[in-house]
């Protein structure tokens, strides 16, 4: 186990790629994706203190692309469209070369809750944000030290 700290070895996000339904998408400029506990409220007789249980949790995300095409745009109009959710899987790879291992996610059923018809500013270089939420993921390789 390392117990020094060396400052080469801190991620940079430059070194990240992603995939959508196995495309990778190189216009990616950056990716969240959080998992967020859910709790209930329990009341336990004589004690005024706020106690919670675990009751679930909630996935959610955004993907902030550099605007280069319509895909993700048209792939959720199209579904929308036809009465359907945009569902997708998402691969995230970080890896560092500088880093002590690679982060790899994947996320099974990210629906997609956005698409932005049309978003533009004069003499400013266009993005894209698609949020999404989802239930299943996998964390398929973490870095451990």
């Avoid at 997708?88 to 790879?93: A, C, L, M, R």
């Avoid at 982060?103 to 018809?117: G, W």
């Avoid at 533009?120 to 939420?133: A, H, I, Q, R, S």
Wanted: no cysteine; aromatic share 8%.
């Amino acid at each position: 186990m390392n117990n020094t700290f060396n400052a080469q070895e801190v991620i940079v996000g430059t070194h990240a790629r992603v995939w959508i339904n196995d495309t990778e998408y190189v216009e990616t400029k950056g990716l969240t994706i959080e998992l967020t506990p859910q709790y209930s409220d329990v009341d336990i007789i004589n004690d005024f203190a706020k106690h919670e249980k675990l009751t679930g949790y909630e996935g959610s995300g955004e993907i902030t692309l550099n605007k280069r095409s319509s895909k993700l745009m048209k792939m959720v109009v199209d579904n929308l469209k036809n009465g359907k959710a945009t569902v997708v899987k998402i691969v995230s790879s970080l890896n560092d070369p500088s880093a002590l291992g690679e982060e790899r996610v994947v996320i099974y059923d990210a629906v997609l809750k956005q698409a932005t018809l049309a978003g533009w500013t004069t003499k400013e270089v266009l993005e894209e944000k698609v949020p999404f939420t989802f239930t299943k993921y996998d964390i398929l390789s973490h870095i451990d030290y």
